[in-house]
């Protein structure tokens, strides 16, 4: 379908596309065999100016729009969902900055992003913290000109290659969520080290480990908005951040149709290629429609996002939901046109399978996201 992009989105997604052919396809499966982090990758996005569509032109940035951080996620994620997460997580990572920090923060730590000199991240899951966001028990304790955190954090995407962390903490435990904060760390603060790198089913090209905080002192200049708005500043990161999640999913199920498709054309049986016969053909066209309806809910809703409309949480938990479930859908189909070979790590198919499954789970689980649809829905009643 045509999108009708503007000119500068159009060389977007164009730059975002010959970067994945070129420097990501012929290491994807490199990267997810070693389980490392792509460094040589990242340098060329920020040569490229890349990270600068994460951030308004205000604070050295070329964007900001949610409409152009899909189009370039997409790009990434159709070739490697994994490596695509130095972007997206970035992302993740600077919005609580981006949305709620005052302007001076924004000034110290949006425009090393935008130059692809820093990475950021976002931490907010826990052990016994990850759908119940209000549960988290890291501590933040006020000392004098310092907040002193103490704690652990858990499946933090970019922990450890990042060096700007938006990290939630208790700064009044009895208020419940209502004492949560939001602050900025840096990597190399005193106090903060990482746990191992996690050994994960897929997107492995992206770095998860946990956070340790212990005695890390931080300057209560680096607290994002007041004390006991993190629950606040979390679920407004979310709201704008699925979409990027939704656009990760429609990346990897275009990547996983594409290489299906051709497989088909190209694998013979009983004298003609598989594309021939009706069973075939009637997956590779569930295939494609379920993949275009989730990239329109996906850009209507970035768009939605963009118009600065204020509300728009339903409509961010329907496109991260519908398009995630489409990718898990789509790979696994994949998988199945290329039949044994799909099975096999010759062929990209079952990486992306893979990596689909968790885009169901991160930045809230999808049951989670159903619950939110619904409370908005019945809202309306």
């Known amino acids: 379908m045509n999108y009708f992009f503007t000119e500068e989105q159009l060389e977007m997604k164009e730059l975002a596309r010959k970067i994945a052919?070129?420097?990501?396809k012929p290491i994807r499966s490199q990267v997810d065999e070693e389980n490392s982090f792509p460094y040589d990758i990242v340098k060329i996005m920020a040569q490229t100016d890349l990270f600068a569509v994460l951030i308004p032109e205000e604070y050295d940035g070329i964007s900001g729009k949610v409409m152009d951080l899909a189009i370039v996620t997409e790009e990434l994620s159709r070739v490697c969902g994994g490596i695509a997460l130095s972007f997206g997580a970035t992302g993740l990572g600077l919005y609580p900055i981006l949305l709620s920090a005052s302007k001076e923060l924004k000034q110290k730590y949006l425009p090393p992003i935008a130059a692809g000199e820093?990475?950021?991240?976002?931490?907010?899951?826990?052990a016994?913290?990850?759908s119940d966001a209000g549960g988290i028990e890291t501590t933040a304790t006020k000392d004098g000109d310092f907040y002193v955190l103490n704690g652990t954090k858990q499946w933090i995407t970019n922990a450890g290659e990042a060096d700007i962390y938006t990290v939630f903490a208790m700064t009044n435990k009895a208020k419940g969520a209502r004492g949560a904060s939001c602050i900025i760390v840096e990597k190399d603060t005193p106090g903060l080290s990482f746990g191992k790198k996690e050994n994960k089913l897929g997107i492995r090209g992206s770095a998860t480990?946990?956070?340790?905080?212990?005695?890390?002192r931080v300057s209560r200049k680096n607290l994002i908005g007041r004390e006991g708005t993190g629950f606040m500043v979390a679920m407004k990161t979310f709201d704008k951040s699925r979409p990027m999640v939704g656009s990760q999913a429609v990346g990897i199920a275009q990547g996983a149709y594409e290489a299906a498709a051709s497989y088909a054309k190209e694998r013979y049986q009983?004298?003609?290629?598989?594309?021939?016969?009706?069973?075939v053909q009637f997956m590779?066209?569930?295939?494609?429609t379920q993949i275009e309806a989730a990239r329109a809910i996906v850009y209507a809703t970035a768009r939605m996002i963009d118009s600065g409309i204020k509300k728009y949480s339903k409509e961010s938990a329907m496109c991260k939901v519908f398009a995630s479930d489409v990718a898990m859908k789509v790979t696994t189909d994949a998988v199945q046109i290329l039949g044994g070979y799909g099975y096999m790590k010759e062929y990209p198919v079952e990486k992306m399978m893979r990596d689909a499954k968790i885009t169901q789970i991160y930045e809230g689980t999808n049951q989670v996201q159903r619950s939110i649809?619904?409370?908005n829905l019945l809202k309306d009643f």
């Open 21 to 24: 052919e070129e420097k990501i």
């Open 118 to 126: 820093k990475l950021a991240a976002f931490a907010l899951t826990e």
């Open 128 to 130: 016994n913290a990850g």
């Open 209 to 216: 480990r946990e956070m340790i905080f212990d005695n890390c």
């Open 270 to 279: 009983f004298g003609k290629p598989i594309s021939s016969f009706q069973g």
């Open 284 to 288: 590779l066209a569930d295939m494609a």
């Open 373 to 375: 649809i619904a409370s």
